[in-house]
């Protein structure tokens, strides 16, 4: 009694090419939908807020707008 083997009956079938492994496929879909949402965001960036002015970060600038208004001293002199 014999069983009967899972392996192809003919030599030839053997040395074609088997079908491509569809997670190779599918790994290829998954990162080209990845680089594809990257980008699609950053067109919305693009067009939502790259039009702004970028705030001044100098530091000369941060101290301008951190120091105390010229006026606040002579008002609030009665003060402690």
């Known amino acids: 009694m014999s069983m009967p083997s899972a392996e192809p009956a003919s030599p030839g079938r053997a040395a074609a090419d088997p079908p491509r492994p569809p997670l190779r496929r599918l790994g290829r879909e998954l990162i080209l939908l990845v680089i594809a949402k990257i980008a699609f965001l950053s067109a919305i960036w693009w067009v939502v807020a790259a039009h702004y002015e970028r ?18 001293s002579s008002t609030q002199a009665g003060s402690p």
């Open 55 to 72: 705030p001044d970060t100098r530091p000369a600038a941060i101290e301008h707008l951190l120091a105390p208004a010229s006026s606040s």
